[in-house]
């Protein structure tokens, strides 16, 4: 075991990259693509026609650049991130950042896998359907439930799809019209209540009892012949585990409404409890975050959503099925609500999960979340002792789960130095920029951390002498905090309210030009 | 050696409030409120609160000035105070409530429980200035922006026995705010901060400042004023309270309102404005009637602040079921494991429609929360 140092002499690059718009310089070329031979056109015949009208652009508004200024611009953007393989990413708390084992890389970058196409004939891809059928029946055996679609693109999108399948059902007995409200819980993830929100279903929210807990003396005021289904993630995201979350499964199911659980968090129960005997109907998995794949930001991802056979019918198409001999999709369900994405799920996920999963077996998948809550537990008691710091709940006699909602609120009372800050200036140590907690901010000053299992003592020792001394300076030189990050790539925003302006942001540079004029 | 307890009862503060004026500050609304038949609220607050010291009558000494200023009050509680200075009996004024706070600070009490409004804090303030002295009040009047009150009547008498037992140590700078009592019954809110006295800090039992609303909420009034209007029943008379969230409600319906006071509608029409406890128990009687009222700021207060006319009697006819709670999500976070909070003045009525709302917080968004 090394001595643990924290990186006082850190530095992050900042190159002060223009956006690559910005970089064009017209005529430049990365290649010169040559136009076709006589022959080539004569076979291919007039393949413009075929693209319709409104898909045709006369001219590209792409910059236009050599290859090696390309390479360059994205490999110093590259070092002016702080990622899960470069830092100590425990800072991410409520994301599993867990390491990606690299074999698995390789196995999803091996051209057999890469290059086949989801449009390929079912007889062309039977291995990656194999490993989407058997992926399928761990995920059964984990959550104790019957049947998984991998057809969502993200736990959102997981949870999107529960909400569909709950209207689906409703809609399938004639009751949509008097099953129009969903229950969820304060610090349950936010979109437990957006997806049915958009499904368009009521939401009532819950909030704890004085000991954290979701009020079950509240959820008994709200079911009644309105509620459709609750919708309730455990551990929440402050790290808390519901130790009566099989009475709400029964109190909802009391008055006919359906149960979903949100197992995001799964990494601390993996292999120790299961949906299916606290009483679930449904439940998903954030198999990006729990199963050790790369995250895939909003895009290539994954969510596991599962049900009890009752409700397979209404899943989307198509499955993956098993003739005894050979794979196939299955599209045949009458009574199915659609689609939530193209295809049966992102295969590149799932490779990695499966052979993830089967790396560790049964046992290694519980030691995960074992460790988990071990190093959560180690680093809370350490994180407790630094001055200004505290837990929300502190004291209600439950133990953590794999995160915990910690708070500066003390901190700010004594030196003005706020959560903001703090995170701001731990990353001039070299850690990411740590996650407060989603909306609304119910505990004051919020920094939720979570140290999966595969962080060792020395990186949780490192982690904990960051913030020691963050807290240190907060009380003796607030200024130096208050004014970070002074060593990071990107400093402050200039205009703290451009977040919130939708006529100020712009997330393309089309709508950043028409918001702000080209400069 | 006894402890020595201050007491001072504002005896008119509160009248304004159930017969629909904004205040009861100055000579010339009192005797308007008189008119319009309001009876003195303190006296009664102020004897639920010095019940809970009765406990403790041998070890403490109670001083206070003649009248219904005190005297009464705590004779009527079986202590027997020692009475100094003098005032006008049916006639006190402001510079009693400041001469007797004066008055006790030579004395070196050791707490000062006193039954007012804002106005009295202020008061308070003006006689004590930055000196040691904690104070606590008893929320009797009808404006409470001042972080120095007791939730409510009995928890004032507690944290006062609390903190004369040794049992609550700390002190905390509070907040003494009032508002211009005459921009306050044109409807504009303009709360002033006058300075801060002590209070002994008990988080639970004293009530946060009011936290004013941020930016960005326009949107949530609107979503909010679009669930309650969706959900509006025909020819079911709809009372809707004070405040700006209420008042997005009758804006999206086009509707003129007051923004401190009660406004009565039926079918979407303003049927009666600015009504007195009476007016409205006129209104509502036999027929079906919805109240809609949303959170005091910070306090989590949704009856009995700023809204007396919506009185026991008026919330005893109309019934649990019927109370419609809105408030944008940034108030319910302001208030964090704060329960929502009913201080009628009724026991009885607050017990009644104490427990859990489904406050409206946007478009087909409730979240439950526990009233008491
Ligand atoms: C409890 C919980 N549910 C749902 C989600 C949403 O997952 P995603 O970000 O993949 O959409 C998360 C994200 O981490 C989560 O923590």
Same mark, same amino acid.
């Given at each position: @075991? ?12 900042? *190159? ?25 056109? +004569? ?53 599993? @950042? ?133 919708? @309730? ?48 109907? @449904? =439940? ?21 959503? =599962? =049900?009890? +056979? ?80 505290? +837990? ?57 951390? +979570?140290? =999966? ?55 393309? *540079? ?10 | ?33 008189? #008119? ?26 109670? %001083? !206070? ?32 409530? %400041? ?6 600070? #030579?004395?070196?009490? $050791? ?12 008061? &308070? ?38 903190? &004369? ?7 905390? $700078? ?7 009592? $005459? ?37 949530? &009034?609107?979503?909010?004023? $679009? ?16 405040? !700006? ?31 007195? #406890? ?17 959170? %005091? ?28 709670? %809105? ?20 026991? #009885? ?24």
């Amino acid at each position: @075991m090394g001595v643990v140092k924290i990186k006082k002499d850190f530095h992050e690059a900042r *190159w002060c990259e223009p956006i690559i718009y910005e970089m064009s310089t017209p005529g430049q070329r990365g290649i010169l693509v040559p136009m076709p031979d006589d022959e080539v056109k +004569e076979a291919a015949g007039d393949v413009l026609s075929a693209i319709p009208a409104n898909l045709r652009r006369k001219e590209l508004n792409l910059p236009e650049m050599d290859q090696k200024h390309v390479l360059q611009h994205y490999i110093r953007l590259t070092q002016e991130t702080l990622g899960a393989n470069l830092t100590n990413d425990i800072s991410e708390g409520t994301c599993t @950042m867990k390491y990606n084992p690299r074999v698995n890389e390789d196995l999803a970058a091996n051209p057999n896998f890469a290059e086949v196409h989801p449009l390929q004939d079912e007889e062309t891809v039977q291995g990656i359907l194999e490993i989407h059928y058997k992926f399928e029946q761990i995920i059964k055996e984990i959550s104790g439930l019957d049947r998984v679609t991998f057809q969502p693109g993200g736990g959102n999108h997981a949870v999107y799809t529960a909400a569909s399948v709950v209207r689906a059902y409703w809609e399938s007995k004639g009751e949509l019209d008097k099953r129009d409200e969903v229950i969820t819980t304060i610090f349950s993830h936010p979109c437990d209540a957006a997806t049915p929100a958009t499904a368009g279903f009521k939401i009532i929210t819950l909030y704890p009892d004085k000991d954290g807990f979701p009020d079950i003396e509240a959820l008994k005021a709200a079911v009644s012949e309105r509620t459709a289904a609750i919708f @309730m993630t455990n551990p929440e995201d402050i790290g808390l585990y519901n130790p009566r979350v099989d009475e709400f499964v029964k109190i909802v199911h009391s008055v006919g409404g359906l149960c979903f659980y949100d197992q995001a968090n799964a990494n601390a129960f993996l292999g120790v409890a299961r949906a299916k005997e606290a009483g679930f109907d @449904m =439940c998903h998995f954030n198999v990006h975050k729990t199963f050790g794949t790369p995250h895939g930001s909003s895009g290539p991802a994954n969510g596991a959503f =599962c =049900c009890k +056979e009752e409700f397979a019918k209404f899943l989307p198409v198509p499955t993956v099925g098993f003739d005894g001999k050979k794979y196939f999709l299955d599209f045949n369900h009458p009574e199915s609500f659609g689609k939530v994405r193209d295809f049966w799920g992102t295969a590149g996920v799932i490779l990695r999960a499966y052979a993830w999963t089967m790396m560790l077996g049964a046992e290694g998948l519980r030691e995960c979340a074992d460790i988990s809550v071990i190093n959560n537990n180690y680093f809370e008691k350490k994180l407790l002792t630094i001055p200004g710091l505290s +837990e929300c709940f502190a004291g209600n006699g439950h133990r953590r789960q794999e995160q915990v909602r910690y708070s500066w609120e003390k901190l700010k009372e004594d030196t003005g130095v706020g959560t903001v800050e703090v995170a701001n200036r731990a990353v001039d140590y070299g850690i990411p920029h740590y996650w407060f907690s989603h909306h609304p901010w119910e505990i004051p000053e919020p920094m939720t951390l +979570e140290p =999966c299992e595969t962080y060792s003592k020395d990186d949780l020792d490192e982690y904990y002498e960051v913030l020691k001394q963050v807290s240190k300076e907060a009380y003796e030189t607030p200024e130096i905090v208050i004014n970070a990050p002074h060593k990071a790539a990107a400093h402050k925003r200039n205009d703290e309210a451009a977040l919130d302006d939708p006529e100020k942001w712009a997330t393309t *540079w089309k709508a950043y030009v028409r918001k702000h004029g080209n400069k | 050696m006894k402890k020595k307890l201050g007491l001072i009862v504002n005896p008119v503060a509160g009248m304004g409030g159930r017969v629909g004026l904004k205040g009861s500050d100055g000579e010339e609304i009192q005797r308007k409120a008189r #008119e319009l038949g309001a009876k003195p609220e303190s006296p009664q607050r102020a004897v639920d609160a010095l019940e809970r010291l009765v406990v403790s009558k041998d070890e403490i000494e109670i %001083i !206070t000035y003649p009248g219904d200023m005190g005297e009464t009050e705590a004779r009527q509680c079986g202590f027997e105070p020692i009475v100094i200075g003098s005032a006008e009996p049916g006639r006190t004024t402001a510079r009693d409530t %400041i001469n007797a706070a004066r008055e006790m600070a #030579e004395q070196k009490v $050791d707490l000062i429980l006193f039954a007012g409004g804002d106005g009295t804090a202020r008061n &308070l303030y003006d006689a004590l200035g930055n000196s040691e002295i904690p104070v606590i009040g008893i929320p009797a009047g009808v404006k409470i922006h001042s972080a120095v009150y007791a939730t409510n009547s009995r928890n004032a008498g507690e944290v006062a026995l609390m903190f &004369l037992q040794g049992k609550i140590k700390r002190v905390q $700078d509070s907040e003494v705010m009032d508002i211009d009592e $005459d921009a306050f019954r044109e409807g504009r809110v303009t709360a002033r901060l006058y300075g801060y006295l002590k209070v002994p800090h008990e988080q639970r039992l004293v009530q946060n400042l009011k936290s004013g609303r941020t930016e960005g909420e326009e949107a949530a &009034l609107n979503s909010i004023a $679009d669930e309650v209007i969706e959900s509006m029943e025909d020819d079911v008379i709809y009372v809707i309270g004070p405040g !700006t969230t209420t008042r997005a409600v009758m804006n999206k319906l086009g509707l003129e309102n007051t923004l401190l006071g009660v406004d009565v509608i039926l079918n979407k029409k303003v049927i009666a404005s600015d009504v007195t #406890e009476s007016q409205l128990l006129d209104l509502i009687k036999g027929k079906k009637a919805k109240i809609v009222v949303t959170i %005091i700021g910070g306090q989590g207060y949704i009856f009995g602040r700023g809204n007396q006319q919506i009185s026991p009697r008026v919330l005893r006819e109309v019934g649990k079921e019927n109370i419609i709670v %809105i408030a944008p999500q940034n108030k319910l976070t302001a208030l964090g494991q704060n329960p929502l909070l009913i201080d009628t003045g009724d026991y #009885e009525v607050n017990g009644m429609i104490s427990g859990y709302y489904r406050v409206v917080t946007g478009y087909q968004k409730t979240v439950m929360r526990k009233a008491e």
